[in-house]
């Protein structure tokens, strides 16, 4: 279930749903006891358990929760902020609970075992105010777990932004395909463990709305990912070339380069300018050493057609000379990775940077700060990546806790799988590597970035805590092995 629906195509699947025979009533019984099972899974019979429960249909799944919850023996109050205004499925759900007098208690959110957060749905559209933010305040107060229903209070379900204040849950139960909100930062740090159920939703009507948003799982790519061939040799693999920096920048271009190796790349040659060569020999046995001073020896060097992937920008400075290499490597008609200094040269000038890569197979791999220098930095991060990947005619991998892969036809995907010890200098190089070494097995570049962030993130879960880069490298060899299980 790799979709990751926005609260509005949700809703559109609700409806069609419904239209499909299965009454909405159903489907919020089904939402409720999904919910009480989730918290009986973890919580014995006599602890006290508060839900609480809004106006929306999140309220409704939670009246449901709370009534199945009583039935089954548990401690149960309701702190009820539907008020007359919940709507008609949502209502009949209240009602059902207030005739079982659940109790109504505020003051009991402060000592709860467990708090069911049904207060606000995915689709909230404003920032909480009121008594809806004295709730979720006093929820964060209360030395109870948090369950919240389909997403956490607070928190806008098609970006991931804290609506004014937000819901810190231990666990968020979601029903038929999680939304953006729940992988998008803070969004997914206020989700907790993510329970994913079948409530019964339509997967025609899922089908059907022609979601293009996804979750970077390896159901995305695994059809494409490259397989060793019993009578293939290295060449069937690719040959990655990557630009090294000039003698004290050289460290960068090695990490990529080995990294592309390990990816499986059936060569890899380190392009260096002639003050940095015997730094660069020094340092590399398995990966080949070739002279490249400036533009004009770039192109040479990649006029060998074997050499079908080129990588740049590590250790490279953001100026003329840098942006002159990136445009050879472009015109050559190898697929193109673009980093850092390779990237930045373009500051400014966007539709330079489109012209270049015009028709292209290109990737580029900034992080925030170069993608605010190139690109205009207005709206949620997977808008930008988005808009950015369709104005430039390049996929667009924004790196951080949540990468968001984008190509330009629309397509983007939300990375999840990344520890937060990926934070460290020299990671970024490795993962521009890796992306560079399934290009040159021939992987489109969206499923090459993709599939490129996900085995970075398993990496660094092998790798674990305290890693560096070199770390990494080491990594992508069981990662590897993960990654042929798929």
């Given at each position: ?8 195509e ?5 409806r ?7 009454p ?19 919580a ?66 402060a ?14 559209s404003r ?6 933010a ?7 107060a ?13 928190i806008?379900g098609?970006?991931?932004a ?35 159920v ?26 494409l ?19 090294s920096?000039?003698?004290t920048?050289?460290g ?34 398995t990966?080949?050493l070739?002279?490249?001073d ?10 060998e ?7 740049l920008?590590?250790?490279?400075p ?22 850092a200094?390779?990237?930045?040269a ?9 012209r ?55 397509r ?75």
């Amino acid at each position: 279930m790799i979709e990751l629906l926005t609260p509005a195509e949700m809703a559109e699947v609700d409806r069609r749903t419904v239209e499909a025979g299965i009454p909405i009533a159903r489907l919020m019984e089904n939402a409720g006891y999904a919910v009480a099972d989730a918290v009986a899974t973890r919580a014995p019979l006599g602890i006290t358990v508060v839900v609480v429960a809004g106006p929306g249909n999140n309220g409704g799944d939670a009246f449901v929760a709370a009534r199945v919850l009583h039935e089954r023996g548990y401690r149960t109050c309701v702190v009820d902020l539907a008020g007359e205004g919940a709507s008609n499925a949502a209502a009949a759900a209240r009602a059902a609970c207030r005739a079982r007098r659940i109790a109504a208690d505020d003051p009991a959110l402060a000592t709860a075992d467990i708090v069911v957060d049904g207060l606000l749905g995915a689709g909230l559209s404003r920032d909480v105010s009121g008594a809806f933010a004295e709730a979720v305040e006093a929820m964060n107060a209360s030395r109870g777990r948090i369950v919240a229903v389909d997403i956490a209070s607070g928190i806008d379900g098609a970006t991931g932004a804290v609506r004014g204040v937000a819901v810190r849950a231990h666990e968020t139960v979601t029903f038929g395909r999680r939304k953006p909100g729940h992988l998008l930062h803070p969004g997914r740090a206020h989700a907790g463990r993510i329970r994913l159920v079948d409530i019964g939703l339509s997967e025609a009507a899922i089908a059907g709305l022609g979601v293009t948003v996804f979750a970077n799982d390896p159901a995305l790519w695994a059809a494409l990912r490259p397989r060793l061939d019993a009578a293939g040799h290295k060449y069937h693999r690719g040959h990655a070339l990557v630009v090294s920096g000039a003698m004290t920048a050289t460290g960068a271009a090695r990490l990529a380069a080995t990294a592309a190796l390990r990816a499986g790349a059936g060569l890899v040659t380190l392009a260096s300018p002639a003050d940095a060569l015997l730094v660069n020999a020094c340092h590399l046995t398995t990966v080949m050493l070739e002279r490249a001073d400036g533009p004009e020896e770039l192109a040479t060097v990649l006029r060998e057609r074997r050499r079908n992937a080129v990588c740049l920008g590590m250790g490279l400075p953001p100026d003329g000379a840098t942006r002159a290499l990136a445009e050879a490597a472009l015109a050559s008609g190898a697929a193109t990775v673009l980093d850092a200094g390779a990237l930045v040269a373009f500051a400014g000038d966007a539709g330079g940077l489109a012209r270049a890569v015009e028709g292209r197979s290109v990737v580029l791999t900034p992080h925030e700060g170069e993608f605010a220098r190139v690109f205009p930095a207005e709206g949620d991060k997977l808008a930008r990546a988005r808009d950015a990947a369709r104005a430039c005619g390049a996929v667009v991998l924004l790196k951080g806790p949540d990468t968001v892969i984008a190509a330009p036809d629309g397509r983007a995907a939300v990375n999840h799988n990344a520890p937060p010890s990926l934070a460290t200098a020299g990671a970024g190089d490795v993962l521009g590597g890796i992306v560079t070494a399934f290009l040159a097995q021939g992987v489109p570049p969206f499923e090459a970035a993709s599939m490129a962030a996900w085995l970075h993130g398993e990496a660094g879960r092998i790798a674990g805590p305290a890693l560096v880069a070199d770390d990494l490298l080491e990594a992508i060899r069981p990662a590897r092995a993960a990654l042929e299980e798929v």
